[in-house]
Structure formats: C-alpha cells, structure tokens
C-alpha cells in the first residue's frame, strides 16, 4: 500500500492499524468485563461468612425475599442429591450428577440476579439465608418438594432470559460448587 506521498508502509494501511487498535480496545474490555464478572461472581457466597450480631435481619423486599426462599430451598434439595450421589455405585448417578449440575445453576442465577439487582451486603445476605433456610428445614416433605419445584421452574425461567456470558459464569461457579460438594 502507498500512503498520499507515495511511500509504502510496511504492507499495512493506516485504515487497517486503526481497524487493528480498535479491535485490541475491545478485546481488552469485554477481557477485563469478563474479568471483573468472574471475579464477583467467584467470591465466596454470601452464606459462607460467619454471621456477625450485627447482620441481623432488617426489612427485605418481598421479591428479595422470595429469592432468597429459593436459594434455600434449592440448596436444600443440592444437599440432599449430593448425598445420594456419595451413596450410588460409580456411574450409577450419572443423571443424579446432571440434575444437581441444574439445581446449581439455577441457585447460582439467583444470587447474581440478587448481585445484579444491588444486594451486595454479604452478612445481611447471610443472615436472611439462614432465617429462610431454617422455615425450609421445618415444611413438610410435600410443602417443600412443590417449593423446590416452583424455584427450580422460575430459576430456569430466570436463566434462559440472561445473557450466554452470564449463563457460561452461572455454568461455571456450579461447577465449581458441584466438586466442592462431591469431594471431586
């Protein structure tokens, strides 16, 4: 190529080195985007901490609190799959492993729409879990199996709507919470 004084640039026009910097800026943003969502969404849950008296419970909104009754629940019934797996014969639970894998994802969309919606306060997140995880402990088998059901339809309701980046993310922290169950 020759530029308007006639001289040639090493085989690269200067459109094509503006194309080729433009293309680098947006690489190294949706990195550091995705960088930024890993790194949030890989911290430890918010269930993880000890709860301090301060985390007490204050008011929650009913939509955040529904949310959090589903995470409960489904971490209950992940449990509880878990533990049947440990208790198969190798390759005998493949399809317990898949729907434990769904019961992840599903809980872990939950909590990064909860990030997203701005609840970001870990020790009050902890302590509204623990309240709800204590009304799941005490349902009756029914009561809690047709909750578990609800939670799991709307949570994969929830997933389909998100975007493939945020579904790889949700994939990728129930994977890891999936071998942290198993001991894998």
Do not use: F
């Not at 949706?30 to 969404?41: H, M, P, Q």
């Not at 020790?123 to 402990?137: C, G, M, V």
């Not at 939670?151 to 579904?167: E, F, H, V, Y």
């Amino acid at each position: 190529m020759r530029v308007a004084s006639g001289r040639k640039l090493n085989g690269v026009s200067g459109v094509n080195r503006v194309n080729g910097a433009l293309r680098l800026a947006v690489a190294v943003a949706v990195l550091v985007l995705v960088l930024v969502l890993v790194l949030t969404w890989t911290a430890p849950p918010a269930w993880a901490a000890e709860p301090t008296p301060a985390a007490a419970p204050t008011a929650l909104s009913t939509k955040s609190w529904a949310r959090t009754q589903c995470v409960a629940a489904l971490e209950l019934q992940a449990e509880d799959i878990a533990a049947r797996i440990k208790a198969e014969q190798a390759g005998a639970e493949l399809h317990l492993r898949d729907r434990l894998r769904d019961v992840l994802r599903i809980g872990a969309a939950y909590i990064g729409q909860a990030y997203l919606d701005g609840e970001r306060d870990e020790q009050k997140s902890k302590a509204w879990l623990d309240k709800a995880r204590q009304e799941q402990e005490k349902l009756p088998a029914a009561e809690l199996a047709a909750r578990q059901d609800h939670c799991t339809a709307q949570g994969a309701k929830l997933l389909a709507d998100t975007n493939p980046l945020s579904r790889a993310i949700v994939s990728r922290l129930a994977e890891k919470r999936m071998k942290k169950m198993l001991g894998s």
